[in-house]
C-alpha cells in the first residue's frame, strides 16, 4: 500500500508523475543522439562537406536555443503542462517530416522543429519535476530526468545499429516499396522516424500528471495547488510549503530586472557558467559525431556504432551514480570530482592521439572514463541546480537563460568540432576542451552553494540574505 498521511505522500504517485515528466528527457537524449548513425549515410547521398555536414548536425540546436527562448516565457504564462504538450507534437512532428524529405533543406526544416521540441523540453521537464519533488529526494528525482537523456540516447543507438542490421537483411530481394526506401535503401530515414513512437506516448501520458503546484499557487489557485502538494509531501509538509510559497512570493515583483539586483546576482552567474561548462567538455562532440571518432581511432561503422551502444551503457549506468548520491553528498563534491575526472580523461584522450596509441580499446577506454565523469556530474548536476536556484515567480523565464547558455555552447561545439578535428586534429582539440571545461572547479569551490535537503522557498531566502 502507498497511502497519503499526514506525515508522508504518496510516493508511487511522485514517481509516476516524475517519470512522465522525464520522459522529455528520453526525447530529448534521442533526438540529439539518432543524428550520430544518420550523419554517414547523409554525407554519402548528399555529398555534405565539413560546414554543410556541421549545418545539418547542427540544425536541430538552433531550434533548441529558439525553443530554450521562449519555453520560459510560455510555461509561466500557460502553466509547465501545456507547453510540455506542446513540445511533444514539436517532436512528433518533427519524426515524421525528417522521415520523407527528398533535399537537406525540408530536412534541416524538420530537425529545426524538434530542436524547437527539445528546447522547449530540456527547460521544462526538470522544472516540473523540481517544482514537485520533496526536498529529501528532488535531486535523485531531477536527475531521473539526465536518467532519461541518457536512456534516449541509449535507445536511438540500438535503434539505429538495429535498423542498419535489418536494411542489410533485406538483401537484393526486397523490391522498391516504402518500407525498402526507408530501412535498406535510405535507413537515415527509419532512424530519424523511430521517434514519432515516443513522441505520442509522451503527448498521450501528460494527460495523466497534474500541473505544477508552485505555478497554480502564484495564478491564484491556491487550494487546487494545496491538494496536489498534499497527495506528493503529506498534508503536513503541504501546509508547510504552502505558508512558505505565499510568504516567498509576496516578496517578488516577478520581473527578469529581480535576477540583475544584488541578492539574485549570484545565482544568474552559477545559471550561465554552469550550463556552458557542462557543453564545453565536449560532450556532445562525442555523442554527435561518436561514430566518426571511433574509426579515426581503427573501428569500422558497424564496430563504431556499436562502440557507441557501450558509450550509452556507460552513460546510463553512471547517471544512477548521481541519483544515489546528489541528495545524500551534495551537488558540490559530485561537481568538484567529477569536472576534476573530466579534465584528465581530456588529457589522456589527446595524449592517445598525439602518441597514436589509437587503436581500439586503447581510445575508448579515456572515452569511457570521460562520459562516466560526465554522467555524474556535470551530466545532471547543471539541470538539478538551475532548476533549484530562482526566484519562483519568474523561475521558468529565468531558468530559460541557463537552458538557452546550455544550448548556445551545444550549437558552439556541434559547428567548430569537425573543422577542429581536421585542421587542428584530435590531440589539440581534446585538449582545448579540458582547458575551457577546468574553470568549473575553482566557480564550484568558490561560488556555488549547496542546496541539498532544502526548500525551494529556502534557498531562495538564503539569496536574499546574501547568504
Same mark, same amino acid.
Given at each position: 500500500?502507498?497511502?497519503?498521511?499526514?506525515?508522508?505522500?504518496?510516493?508511487?504517485?511522485?514517481?509516476?508523475?516524475?517519470?512522465?515528466?522525464?520522459?522529455?528527457?528520453?526525447?530529448?537524449?534521442?533526438?540529439?543522439?539518432?543524428?550520430?548513425?544518420?550523419?554517414?549515410?547523409?554525407?554519402?547521398?548528399?555529398?555534405?562537406?565539413?560546414?554543410?555536414? @556541421?549545418?545539418?548536425?547542427?540544425?536541430?540546436?538552433?531550434?533548441?536555443?529558439?525553443? @530554450?527562448?521562449?519555453?520560459?516565457?510560455?510555461?509561466?504564462?500557460?502553466?509547465?503542462?501545456?507547453?510540455?504538450?506542446?513540445?511533444?507534437?514539436?517532436?512528433?512532428?518533427? @519524426?515524421?517530416?525528417?522521415?520523407? $524529405?527528398?533535399?537537406? $533543406?525540408?530536412?534541416?526544416?524538420?530537425?529545426?522543429?524538434?530542436?524547437?521540441?527539445?528546447?522547449? =523540453?530540456?527547460? %521544462?521537464?526538470? #522544472?516540473?519535476?523540481?517544482?514537485?519533488?520533496?526536498?529529501?529526494?528532488?535531486?535523485?528525482?531531477?536527475?531521473?530526468?539526465?536518467?532519461?537523456?541518457?536512456?534516449?540516447?541509449?535507445?536511438?543507438?540500438?535503434? *539505429?545499429?538495429?535498423?542498419?542490421?535489418?536494411?542489410?537483411?533485406?538483401?537484393?530481394?526486397?523490391?522498391?516499396?516504402?518500407? *525498402? /526506401?526507408?530501412?535498406?535503401?535510405?535507413?537515415?530515414?527509419?532512424?530519424?522516424?523511430?521517434? =514519432?513512437?515516443?513522441?505520442?506516448?509522451?503527448?498521450? #501520458?501528460?494527460?495523466?500528471?497534474?500541473?505544477?503546484?508552485?505555478?497554480?499557487?502564484?495564478?491564484?489557485?491556491?487550494?487546487?495547488?494545496?491538494?496536489?502538494?498534499?497527495?506528493?509531501?503529506?498534508?503536513?509538509?503541504?501546509?508547510?510549503?504552502?505558508?512558505?510559497?505565499?510568504?516567498?512570493?509576496?516578496?517578488?515583483? !516577478?520581473?527578469?530586472?529581480? #535576477?540583475?539586483?544584488?541578492?539574485?546576482?549570484?545565482?544568474?552567474?552559477?545559471?550561465?557558467?554552469?550550463? #556552458?561548462?557542462?557543453?564545453?567538455?565536449?560532450?556532445?562532440?562525442?555523442?554527435?559525431?561518436?561514430?566518426?571518432?571511433?574509426?579515426?581511432?581503427?573501428?569500422?561503422?558497424?564496430?563504431?556504432?556499436?562502440?557507441?551502444?557501450?558509450?550509452?551503457?556507460?552513460?546510463?549506468?553512471?547517471?544512477?551514480?548521481?541519483?544515489?548520491?546528489?541528495?545524500?553528498?551534495?551537488?558540490?563534491?559530485?561537481?568538484?570530482?567529477?569536472?576534476?575526472?573530466?579534465?584528465?580523461? %581530456? @588529457?589522456?584522450?589527446?595524449?592517445?592521439?598525439?602518441?597514436?596509441?589509437?587503436? !581500439?580499446?586503447?581510445?575508448?577506454?579515456?572515452?569511457?572514463?570521460?562520459?562516466?565523469?560526465?554522467?555524474?556530474?556535470?551530466?545532471?548536476? +547543471?539541470?538539478?541546480?538551475?532548476?533549484?536556484?530562482?526566484?519562483?515567480?519568474?523561475?521558468?523565464?529565468?531558468?530559460?537563460?541557463?537552458?538557452?547558455?546550455?544550448?548556445?555552447?551545444?550549437?558552439?561545439?556541434?559547428?567548430?568540432?569537425?573543422?577542429?578535428?581536421?585542421?587542428?586534429?584530435?590531440?589539440?582539440?581534446?585538449?582545448?576542451?579540458?582547458?575551457?571545461?577546468? +574553470?568549473?572547479?575553482?566557480?564550484?569551490?568558490?561560488?556555488?552553494?549547496?542546496?541539498? !535537503?532544502?526548500?525551494?522557498?529556502?534557498?531562495?531566502?538564503? /539569496?536574499?540574505?546574501?547568504?
Amino acid at each position: 500500500m502507498d497511502e497519503v498521511t499526514p506525515s508522508r505522500g504518496s510516493r508511487i504517485y511522485l514517481a509516476v508523475v516524475c517519470t512522465v515528466a522525464a520522459l522529455g528527457g528520453f526525447l530529448f537524449g534521442f533526438d540529439t543522439a539518432v543524428i550520430s548513425g544518420c550523419v554517414g549515410f547523409l554525407e554519402d547521398q548528399f555529398e555534405l562537406i565539413d560546414w554543410t555536414k @556541421a549545418f545539418v548536425v547542427s540544425s536541430a540546436l538552433v531550434g533548441c536555443i529558439c525553443g @530554450a527562448a521562449v519555453a520560459g516565457w510560455l510555461s509561466d504564462r500557460f502553466g509547465r503542462r501545456r507547453v510540455l504538450m506542446l513540445a511533444a507534437v514539436l517532436f512528433f512532428v518533427s @519524426a515524421v517530416g525528417c522521415t520523407v $524529405p527528398r533535399d537537406v $533543406p525540408t530536412l534541416v526544416v524538420a530537425r529545426w522543429i524538434g530542436g524547437l521540441g527539445v528546447g522547449i =523540453a530540456s527547460m %521544462l521537464s526538470p #522544472l516540473y519535476i523540481s517544482e514537485i519533488s520533496p526536498p529529501s529526494v528532488r535531486g535523485a528525482l531531477v536527475a531521473m530526468y539526465q536518467l532519461a537523456i541518457t536512456v534516449g540516447i541509449l535507445v536511438a543507438y540500438f535503434s *539505429n545499429a538495429a535498423i542498419v542490421a535489418w536494411g542489410k537483411s533485406f538483401g537484393d530481394s526486397a523490391g522498391s516499396g516504402f518500407l *525498402n /526506401w526507408i530501412v535498406a535503401a535510405e535507413p537515415w530515414r527509419a532512424m530519424f522516424g523511430t521517434e =514519432a513512437i515516443p513522441a505520442a506516448a509522451f503527448f498521450l #501520458l501528460l494527460f495523466t500528471v497534474p500541473e505544477s503546484p508552485r505555478w497554480l499557487f502564484q495564478r491564484g489557485k491556491e487550494e487546487l495547488a494545496r491538494r496536489i502538494l498534499s497527495r506528493v509531501n503529506g498534508s503536513a509538509e503541504a501546509e508547510r510549503e504552502v505558508q512558505e510559497i505565499r510568504e516567498t512570493l509576496a516578496q517578488e515583483q !516577478g520581473t527578469l530586472e529581480e #535576477l540583475l539586483a544584488p541578492a539574485y546576482r549570484g545565482a544568474l552567474v552559477i545559471g550561465i557558467l554552469l550550463p #556552458l561548462f557542462s557543453q564545453v567538455s565536449g560532450i556532445n562532440a562525442i555523442i554527435y559525431y561518436g561514430p566518426d571518432l571511433l574509426e579515426k581511432a581503427g573501428f569500422q561503422l558497424s564496430e563504431s556504432l556499436g562502440g557507441q551502444v557501450i558509450v550509452g551503457l556507460v552513460n546510463c549506468v553512471f547517471t544512477f551514480v548521481a541519483i544515489l548520491l546528489v541528495d545524500r553528498i551534495g551537488r558540490r563534491p559530485l561537481i568538484l570530482f567529477g569536472t576534476a575526472g573530466l579534465v584528465a580523461s %581530456l @588529457a589522456w584522450i589527446g595524449l592517445s592521439f598525439y602518441f597514436q596509441v589509437t587503436s !581500439g580499446w586503447l581510445v575508448l577506454a579515456p572515452i569511457l572514463m570521460f562520459i562516466a565523469c560526465f554522467a555524474f556530474s556535470l551530466g545532471p548536476l +547543471p539541470w538539478i541546480v538551475i532548476s533549484e536556484i530562482f526566484p519562483t515567480r519568474i523561475r521558468g523565464r529565468a531558468m530559460s537563460v541557463g537552458t538557452f547558455t546550455i544550448w548556445a555552447g551545444c550549437l558552439l561545439v556541434a559547428q567548430t568540432f569537425p573543422p577542429l578535428l581536421n585542421r587542428l586534429g584530435p590531440s589539440p582539440t581534446f585538449w582545448l576542451y579540458a582547458l575551457l571545461v577546468f +574553470p568549473a572547479i575553482p566557480v564550484t569551490l568558490f561560488f556555488l552553494p549547496e542546496t541539498k !535537503g532544502r526548500t525551494l522557498e529556502e534557498i531562495e531566502a538564503a /539569496w536574499q540574505r546574501g547568504r
